[in-house]
């Protein structure tokens, strides 16, 4: 007889029910005992940081110093892009409807979808779609040449990852892209995704005539593509990057005060292109 026949209520049984119950290889958890992929958590606080234990919990392992680095920096460089920001904007306006700050973050979060917020998975696959074609043989230029191809037919005319509707030259992708190319001469990356990345880039720009520089999640989708993450990992990651920047606005937004502040000012009113006034029938 088991614990639970004999009515302890809230207890166990031998562990199989509970097995198969729930089962996971990440958190070991029982009284006095926390412990993710093995490590214990005493061992884990003030010796590792907060991006080497977003590595650690999706991965199994622990990043070396570099992998943890280009992580750090590719999470810290998406955590804000301001109000002009949907995700930003409805944090914001969240916050003035009387919601907590958990609330206001899951109404901004919930807005990261494939055309804000998932472009880094759309460029995380086009990147490893460009290198499936020259692991089969091809040349990097037909490579990515069939891959833009391939991924225009799938998603349309807009590439993930490159150009940016405010600025020109994204200022967060140089550097980001720096940081990918000095961990490939340390040999911590292969530097593969960032060569790809550029060829896309130039091919970009052969085909408009003009620039299309990569933005922050052409870039970061370098980064995630080179430590090996999987192509939705980087809209979970983006996900938790930009949580920082909603936090940050949501808790700006409730110390400022305002209420049902909507997306235009009251002044503005939307352009109505419906039916003119009418009346009801009678009868």
């Known amino acids: ?147 833009l191809d391939a991924f225009i037919d799938l998603h349309g005319k807009f590439i993930s990852g490159f150009g940016h509707r405010f600025h020109h030259l994204d200022p967060r992708a140089p550097r980001l892209l720096q940081l990918v190319d000095e961990a490939a001469a340390a040999g911590a990356v292969s530097g593969r995704y960032a060569t790809i990345a550029r060829g896309i880039e130039a091919e970009l720009a052969a085909r408009k005539g003009k620039a299309i520089p990569m933005n922050i999640d052409g870039a970061t989708a370098v980064i995630y593509a080179e430590l090996g993450f999987p192509a939705p990992l980087a809209r979970g990651l983006f996900c938790l990057s930009r949580s920082v920047g909603i936090l940050a606005h949501a808790w700006e937004q409730t110390n400022q005060g305002g209420r049902n502040k909507g997306p235009i000012p009251r002044q503005y009113i939307p352009v109505y292109d419906g039916h003119p006034p009418r009346d009801v029938p009678k009868g």
Request: proline content about 3%; aromatic content about 4%; glycine content about 14%.
């Open 1 to 147: 007889m088991t614990s639970n026949e004999a009515g302890g209520a809230g207890q166990v049984d031998d562990g199989l029910a509970s097995r198969q119950w729930w089962h996971t290889a990440i958190t070991d958890m029982k009284p006095g005992v926390i412990r993710y992929h093995g490590y214990a958590i005493q061992d884990l606080i003030g010796n590792i940081g907060f991006a080497q234990m977003a590595w650690l919990m999706l991965r199994g392992e622990l990043p070396s110093e570099r992998q943890g680095r280009l992580l750090e920096a590719a999470l810290m460089a998406a955590v804000d892009h301001g109000p002009q920001a949907p995700s930003i904007a409805i944090a914001r306006m969240a916050a003035t409807c009387g919601v907590g700050l958990n609330n206001a973050m899951a109404s901004a979060v919930n807005v990261l979808g494939d055309v804000h917020g998932g472009a880094g998975e759309q460029a995380v696959g086009l990147y490893q779609d460009v290198a499936a074609r020259m692991d089969a043989g091809a040349s990097q230029d037909d490579a990515v040449r069939a891959g």
